[in-house]
């Protein structure tokens, strides 16, 4: 089963009108909808958004030049809040694999207040900002700029708050079926982004030869 295009037009206008959980919950989860049904429709939206992404991308450079500047830089700071920090910490795991000084804004073990004390020309700052949009992490990237780092916003509309910050913007759709925008897009271009990056950054290899050495010697990992 597929949504017809009038469904996928109505979800596709909900998704930019509907700003809460509740609204869209109301407005897309029937009580009387059978499980297939909703199963059908939630797996039609991610495919179909997935898609979308991966068309966009082909065509659009921004993910390329993101993945530059986070190559160029001495320290990659990576921030989001709410949600988003779910995927900040995607980022920073994969990214450290094979970059070092990559840093996840966390406010507990690294602060906003204490990077923004101490903002170099050659830092970047990655800032995932999703709606409901996070004040914190578009008043840090704001500050962040203002004291001559690079800002990269990865977020889901070309308007959205971070947009007028960020030296590049990745525009990464979120059209959902369910109360909870998709974070499936959002996923599948942190993978690309960590594969680009690592990709192109010269010491990648030994670093993780490295890192593979020392969990051996942490006995980190079943057998």
Known sequence: MTLDETQIQST????????????????RLQMNMSAANLRA???????????RTFDHLGEDDSLVRAASGIVSARRRFIVGAGKSLAHATLLAWDLSAGLGQVLLVDEVTVRS???LLD???SDVL???SFRRYQRRTVTVAEEFAAQGGVVIGITDAPDAPIARIAHEVVVVPTVSASYADS???VAAVIHLLT????????????????RERL???LDTYLE
């Open 119 to 121: 903002v170099r020309p």
């Open 41 to 51: 429709r939630v797996l039609d939206a991610e495919l179909r958004n997935l898609q």
């Open 113 to 115: 207040l204490d990077v």
């Open 126 to 128: 990655v800032a995932f």
């Open 183 to 185: 974070p499936t897009a």
């Open 12 to 27: 596709e206008s909900d998704n930019r009108s509907l700003v809460s959980p509740r609204d869209r919950y109301a407005a």
């Open 195 to 210: 594969t680009l990056t690592t990709a192109s950054a010269k010491g990648a290899r030994r670093r993780l030869a490295e």
């Open 215 to 217: 969990h051996q010697a």
